[in-house]
């Protein structure tokens, strides 16, 4: 089992910034993939952004490229989403997600593990 926890929402002004963070325990996977999804109320999940195990590639969606960066501490089993120039748009409930495999996706349902969430509100 692998179980996953985001910490780092909270409430910010349109322009500024916020450090997500994720922590990965329990099962360990050789290769892997970490993403962030988002999801406001009565919209469906999205996807942000996702990078292998290794760093070395990452993927982005196309409304916060520019804004947001992951990054990804395998050490320690954190992912992070920095987003900056935040927008009232942004505002939603953010997951962190897993899957096993080399390959980067953009696409919820190739993710077999989820965290509860951590609640992002850019106000006006």
């Known amino acids: 089992q692998v179980q996953l926890e985001e910490s780092g929402g909270g409430l910010v002004q349109p322009g500024g910034s916020l450090r997500l963070s994720c922590i990965a325990s329990?099962?360990?996977?050789?290769?892997?993939?970490l993403g962030w999804f988002r999801q406001a109320p009565g919209k469906e999940r999205d996807f942000v952004a996702a990078?292998?195990?290794?760093?070395?590639?990452?993927n982005y969606a196309d409304s916060v490229e520019g804004r947001f960066t992951i990054s990804i501490d395998n050490a320690k089993n954190t992912v992070f989403l920095r987003m900056n120039d935040l927008i009232p748009e942004d505002t939603a409930v953010y997951y962190c997600?897993?899957?096993?495999?080399?390959?980067?996706?953009?696409?919820?349902?190739?993710?077999?593990?989820w965290g509860r969430g951590t609640q992002v509100t850019v106000s006006s």
């Open positions: 990078i292998v195990w290794t760093g070395t590639n990452t």
């Open positions: 997600a897993l899957k096993a495999g080399t390959m980067l996706s953009s696409r919820d349902s190739t993710y077999g593990y």
């Open positions: 329990g099962r360990t996977f050789s290769r892997y993939a």
